[in-house]
């Protein structure tokens, strides 16, 4: 279909134009995280006719993501489908001019750079701290546009960030948002919910700035801070370039901890879920052969596989833990908090 046909209504907009329209379908955007944000991102830009969309989720679908998260179905859900493949596979049936490269993955410190080759803006979908700040460590170190976005509750947060020169020079997201908080000090769409429109208007938000920097409006790109509460009415927009900081670690110092992996864990509560995530001892680990793993788990619950997880249900020490694992030997093990007791049945029934 010619692009002037797909693309007409966009096309009219000023600044849309058809050089601006062929500029964006030679681009390359890195969307981390494929949930409330990530979806809503991605149809947008997919929709727009970005060139290509590369995928990082390290989840699968659940029954509870459907309230949001607007590219999945129940049968998703039913099925256990890792996010990135299934945004993957319904965006394919809405533009084949847009090539998506789904990775089902954790997004960390020894995969960021690679992840973000030859990338032209990092979007963030993600629903937590330390990806935010490893995300802003690769944009300031790598001179990457990055926008931000968060939702929990019925409010929601944007900033984009632009590579700083002097005519953009704006504090990074660590100047604004400070230092990785404690374990549990900030709500979770897991601990307080969240409303759908919210995560969709900050989603929306988000892919706006996206397709601003992608076809070169950068006079138009937002450089306040946009926040909002559906349930007070509340709109905000702030102008922050007070708070850049000489003394920031990352755009201040240089000091880029979280991509360097000064500041990774192998393994974090997932706050709200009774789950803990783990990784192999030596990074990514090898491949891991699910169909042989599972039929050696049979004998201690039931264990079922797929190309891209194994879900397993163990019966250990008179409790019932429910284990998700990666080809890349990551794993989630729902049933406790506690990162000892999940490393402990990590190692005796995974070994890796």
């Not at 797909?6 to 000023?14: E, F, I, K, S, V």
């Not at 708070?243 to 192998?266: H, I």
């Amino acid at each position: 279909m010619p692009a002037f046909d797909r693309y007409h209504r966009q096309m009219l907009l000023p600044g849309f134009d058809a050089a601006a329209q062929a500029a964006l379908g030679r681009a390359t955007v890195l969307l981390v995280g494929c949930g409330a944000l990530g979806t809503v991102i991605a149809d947008m830009l997919t929709r727009a006719g970005v060139g290509r969309l590369r995928i990082v989720d390290r989840d699968l679908v659940e029954l509870t993501n459907l309230q949001r998260q607007v590219l999945f179905t129940e049968a998703d859900a039913a099925g256990h489908v890792p996010k990135a493949v299934a945004a993957a596979e319904r965006l394919a049936l809405v533009n084949d001019d847009v090539t998506i490269e789904p990775h089902v993955v954790d997004f960390t410190h020894r995969n960021a750079v690679p992840l973000a080759t030859d990338v032209d803006l990092l979007l963030d979908g993600t629903d937590n701290f330390a990806t935010r700040l490893l995300l802003n460590d690769l944009a300031i170190a790598h001179a990457l546009p990055y926008v931000y976005g968060g939702a929990v509750g019925t409010t929601g947060t944007v900033y984009p960030i632009l590579p700083s020169t002097e005519a953009t020079a704006g504090p990074c997201l660590r100047c604004l948002l400070g230092d990785e908080p404690e374990t549990g000090q900030l709500g979770s769409c897991d601990t307080v919910g969240v409303l759908g429109p919210a995560a969709g208007i900050v989603a929306n938000f988000q892919a706006a700035e996206a397709l601003k920097i992608l076809t070169g409006n950068l006079a138009a790109v937002s450089r306040s801070l946009l926040s909002f509460d559906l349930m007070t009415n509340r709109i905000q927009q702030m102008d922050v370039a007070a708070a850049r900081s000489e003394t920031c670690p990352c755009c201040g110092a240089r000091d880029f901890e979280f991509l360097e992996g000064r500041r990774a864990v192998r393994s974090a509560t997932l706050c709200g879920r009774g789950a803990v995530q783990l990784h192999p001892a030596n990074g990514e680990g090898p491949t891991v052969q699910l169909d042989h793993l599972a039929r050696q788990l049979a004998a201690h619950g039931q264990a079922t596989a797929n190309e891209y997880l194994l879900r397993a249900t163990l019966h250990d020490g008179g409790h019932d833990y429910r284990l998700t694992l990666f080809a890349d030997g990551r794993a989630i093990i729902h049933g406790t908090e506690n990162p000892t007791t999940a490393r402990s049945l990590y190692t005796r029934y995974v070994g890796l």
